[in-house]
């Protein structure tokens, strides 16, 4: 491959210790040296990334921050990594728009500052909001404690630019929330882990940023009554931005080995609201809240200021790293379940001979399951450890993922569970959007 040497516009890498690091990103799966790591910074490089791919049979793998966990940006053998992180281009806020346009190589905690900047928001927000990048995040469909009622990122994408397997880069949609001009490619690309193309940038829609916030911290006295309070807050009209939860396991391990904080909390499992309603802050949105809580709401800490309000978030936000810290070879999975299916989830998945602590979004049955000691277990005894769990998912009409993708970590089950017409439909859209495979080909499908 001595043409990389003379690849336009593009820092290219090769050494061994320089193309350590691309091997993972943060779930379990660890993959190869790629053949190199390119930095584009300009078309001309992408496009001949393409051809050469097209003409020697490698596959171009695209990463952003490397902050995924599914393995989605992962190495295959013989590929290339294509790391966004010189793309150039700015963050545009366009307020008579309600959008903003920004490029991949833009981290996801600049683009929700410079909505921020005009009095807007962008809501998506994963747990790695602070390090993920746009183009990631985009790739992945990332989701986070907002979707509860905001969604999922692809719900806010308008347009997409993406280098495509003719190797030039097209855009997909108009900056406009209405646009019915036949099935939309732009929401193929979101979530589509590069299968289809790279993404290059995007345009999203914003809304204004929210005046209020009430969040609270509810803990419970019996870890049994997590399944039931979506239903008791949304039948009293209550729709919560955020719906977080703690297990009894996950709130027992923050006690003993967690910040001071966590360890003067009460109860058997914890809750965290939030509310961004106008006058969510007010006597009355909170006196009817508690009405609806009853007994449950007596211990409750209620805080509407940021600085309150980001001291409650700071421990769910750092629960991830808490847990990985105290059991590095931990596997998490992000499981879905329907919330009225939630009861009988929690009481079967005790029944399960798979040790598991749980915690997440409970406000839309996205639960991280994780599996602490799976670290040193080999990819055929760690898919049979596994296989319980995305079983009753499955049976329950959940899904294998929420939000974190497929890519290689899930790739095993998602084919064994998936329906044979649906795997059929969509590798007939890769065959036809990339016929040679030099996008990511082994993720997924």
């Avoid at 799966?29 to 078309?43: H, K, Q």
């Avoid at 793309?87 to 806020?93: A, H, L, Q, R």
């Avoid at 905001?150 to 003719?166: C, I, N, S």
């Avoid at 979530?191 to 940023?209: D, H, K, N, Y």
């Amino acid at each position: 491959m001595d043409w990389l040497d003379a690849l336009p516009d593009a820092r290219v890498l090769r050494t061994p210790a320089a193309l350590l690091d691309y091997r993972r990103d943060e779930s379990h799966v660890v993959g190869p040296l790629p053949r190199a790591v390119v930095r584009p910074r300009s078309v001309a490089a992408l496009r001949e990334l393409v051809r050469r791919a097209g003409e020697e049979g490698f596959t171009l793998v695209p990463r952003g921050a490397g902050s995924g966990k599914a393995g989605g940006c992962v190495p295959s053998p013989s590929s290339v990594v294509v790391d966004l992180s010189d793309w150039p281009g700015s963050i545009v806020v366009n307020p008579a728009n309600l959008s903003l346009t920004a490029p991949a190589s833009a981290g996801l905690a600049a683009v929700k500052a410079a909505a921020d900047g005009h009095g807007l928001w962008y809501p998506p927000d994963p747990n790695s909001w602070p390090l993920c990048s746009f183009g990631g995040s985009l790739a992945t469909n990332a989701g986070g404690p907002n979707a509860c009622k905001y969604g999922m990122t692809r719900r806010w994408v308008l347009r997409v630019e993406a280098l495509m397997a003719d190797g030039e880069v097209h855009g997909f949609g108009i900056e406009s929330i209405k646009q019915n001009s036949g099935p939309n490619l732009a929401h193929w690309l979101i979530g589509g882990e590069g299968l289809f193309g790279l993404i290059l940038g995007a345009s999203v829609a914003l809304l204004p940023r929210p005046r209020e916030h009430l969040t609270v911290l509810l803990p419970l006295p019996a870890a049994g009554l997590l399944p039931a309070l979506p239903a008791r807050l949304f039948g009293a009209g209550l729709l919560p931005s955020a719906m977080e939860f703690w297990d009894a396991a996950v709130l027992a391990d923050l006690r003993a080995h967690g910040p001071a904080e966590a360890r003067r909390w009460p109860g058997e499992a914890l809750v965290l609201l939030e509310f961004d309603d106008a006058g969510c802050s007010h006597a009355g949105f909170i006196e009817h809240l508690l009405e609806v809580l009853g007994d449950w709401g007596e211990a409750a800490q209620l805080a509407t200021g940021t600085a309150q309000r980001e001291a409650l978030w700071a421990i769910r936000r750092m629960t991830s790293t808490h847990l990985k810290q105290r059991f590095p070879g931990k596997v998490s999975e992000d499981v879905v379940v329907p919330r009225d299916r939630l009861p009988e989830f929690f009481e079967r998945l005790a029944a399960l001979d798979t040790p598991t602590v749980s915690y997440g979004h409970l406000g839309d049955g996205n639960l991280h399951v994780n599996l602490l000691h799976a670290g040193g277990l080999d990819e055929a005894a760690l898919d049979e450890a596994l296989a319980p769990l995305f079983a009753l998912c499955i049976e329950l009409g959940g899904t294998l993922s929420g939000e974190h993708g497929i890519g290689l970590a899930k790739r095993a089950a998602f084919l064994r569970h998936t329906d044979p017409y649906v795997l059929s439909a969509l590798r007939a859209i890769k065959q036809a959007l990339d016929p040679q495979g030099v996008f990511n080909a082994g993720k997924v499908l």
